[in-house]
T-cell receptor
Framework: GAVVSQHPSRVICKSGTSVKIECRSL??????MFWYRQFPKKSLMLMAT?????????EQGVEKDKFLINHASLTLSTLTVTSAHPEDSSFYIC???????????FGPGTRLTVT | AQSVTQLGSHVSVSEGALVLLRCNYS??????LFWYVQYPNQGLQLLLK??????LVKGINGFEAEFKKSETSFHLTKPSAHMSDAAEYFC???????????FGAGTRLTVKP
């Protein structure tokens, strides 16, 4: 149980285009979903937290107009990287959590490469 | 805010040797603590978690961790390393203020034949 999927697993896009990444909780309804960014050989950096039907809460330093998060249902959250640039290339990981103890279940990640 | 510190960014052991990955937390109240493993180009897999129950927590793949309040530690151990244990390991804590999960910097475990 508690499986989270991400799509696509890898994406290559040209600079200036937008890319959408989907995160789905397959067998449970998540109260909260999280988006992380991970640089090579680094830890996970929380980008934003989202609850279904409400606006996402972004961490300091994360541009909300560039990283658009939509949490349309209890099982789906999307991250759209708008006007992507090479510096946006990274590994993006989502997670979903149930209520206490707020354990998070992680997706397999999406490798974004902007050329 | 709660945080965790992982001592040692890289640990190398021989196959069959004891694995010890260190994690210390900063919290004035017993936190929820987690250990995750990440293989290359994959997401995080939960190894085990501490949620204020038994202080010795057993996880998957033969790993266990002991919550020691007096030392504010939650070190991860495995009696005998296997080649397949080579991966990145992250300690994490739940921040009570906002229920966000905060990760340590990670420890890369290398297992030598």
């Amino acid at each position: 149980g508690a499986v989270v999927s991400q799509h696509p697993s890898r994406v290559i896009c040209k600079s200036g285009t937008s890319v959408k990444i989907e995160c789905r909780s397959l067998d449970f309804q998540a109260t909260t979903m999280f988006w992380y960014r991970q640089f090579p050989k680094k830890s996970l950096m929380l980008m934003a937290t989202s609850n279904e039907g409400s606006k996402a809460t972004y961490e300091q330093g994360v541009e909300k107009d560039k990283f658009l998060i939509n949490h349309a249902s209890l099982t789906l959250s999307t991250l759209t990287v708008t006007s992507a640039h090479p510096e946006d290339s990274s590994f993006y990981i989502c997670s979903a959590s149930l209520a206490e103890p707020y354990e998070q279940y992680f997706g397999p990640g999406t490798r974004l490469t902007v050329t | 805010a709660q945080s965790v510190t992982q001592l040692g960014s890289h640990v190398s052991v021989s196959e069959g040797a004891l694995v010890l990955l260190r994690c210390n937390y900063s919290s004035s109240v017993p936190p929820y603590l987690f250990w995750y493993v990440q293989y290359p180009n994959q997401g995080l897999q939960l190894l085990l978690k501490y949620t204020s129950a038994a202080t010795l927590v057993k996880g998957i793949n033969g790993f266990e961790a002991e919550f020691k309040k007096s030392e504010t530690s939650f070190h991860l151990t495995k009696p005998s390393a296997h080649m397949s244990d080579a991966a990145e390991y992250f300690c994490a804590v739940i921040d009570y203020n906002n229920n966000d999960m905060r990760f340590g910097a990670g420890t890369r475990l290398t297992v030598k034949p």
